[in-house]
């Protein structure tokens, strides 16, 4: 069974730019999370979907930060403008349900804004 | 909201027995999970537990009390591969049942 897919592994952009980042999560899995992780620190949620519906948005700085996951499956997120301190790197994980279950996560992309 | 403490740094020895402590404060509870994250790699999980006492999977085991927010995760006989970052994490019982992460325990296994 294939895992969690993130790409891009690596980004690096100027601060300003628009960067978008791509999840494809375990078939079958209903739950689908974004996270950030800064070096030395565990992972932060950013949002949380049950399929397509955004039901845990809360650490997301609206701001610039967006993501979707249309059909239910694969998920965006996209930061725009990026600023210096959005560099981190950006966990996809999910799982068959939230309550009970463990999340899988991908290998991450490392963003360097510069 | 939720606190999650654990100690930042362990070092053990090869072939011995390391416990990592993670102690939480949640306005509820709704399980806490162990995972490992190699550097530059994703977390893998480890364990859950919800119910208080302990769950033992070959060389790892984790313990749980709810009374005291306290867990602990026991690795036995330690190989070099076990070096690595310890995540605690624990799921409130909000309607959001958000799951916390704690800053991560970074283990060295020493020859």
């Known amino acids: 069974e294939a895992g969690v897919v993130q790409s891009p592994r690596y980004k690096i952009i100027e601060k300003k730019q628009p960067v978008a980042f791509w999840c494809n999560p375990i078939s079958g899995h209903n739950t689908l999370y974004w996270y950030l992780q800064n070096l030395g620190q565990g992972p932060e949620l950013l949002i949380r979907?049950?399929?397509?519906?955004?039901?845990?948005d809360s650490q997301l700085p609206k701001d610039r930060f967006s993501a979707e996951r249309l059909k239910g499956v694969d998920s965006t997120l996209k930061i725009q403008p990026a600023e210096l301190g959005d560099s981190a790197v950006y966990l996809c994980?999910?799982?068959?349900?939230?309550?009970?279950?463990?999340?899988?996560f991908g290998q991450g992309t490392r963003l360097t804004v510069v | 909201g939720q606190n999650i403490d654990q100690p930042t740094e362990m070092t053990a020895t090869e072939g011995a027995i390391v416990q990592i402590n993670c102690t939480y404060q949640?306005?509820?509870?709704?399980?806490l999970f162990w995972y490992q994250q190699h550097a530059g790699e994703a977390p893998t999980f480890l364990s859950y537990n919800v119910l208080d006492g302990l769950e033992e999977k070959g060389r790892f085991s984790s313990f749980l009390s709810r009374s005291k927010g306290y867990s602990y995760l026991l690795l036995k006989e330690l190989q070099m591969k076990d070096s690595a970052s310890y995540l605690c994490a624990v799921r409130d019982a909000g309607s959001a049942r958000q799951l916390t992460f704690g800053s991560g325990t970074q283990l060295t296994v020493l020859p």
């Open positions: 979907y049950e399929n397509e519906e955004a039901v845990d």
């Open positions: 994980a999910s799982s068959r349900g939230h309550a009970n279950t463990e999340a899988f």
């Open positions: 949640t306005s509820g509870f709704n399980g």
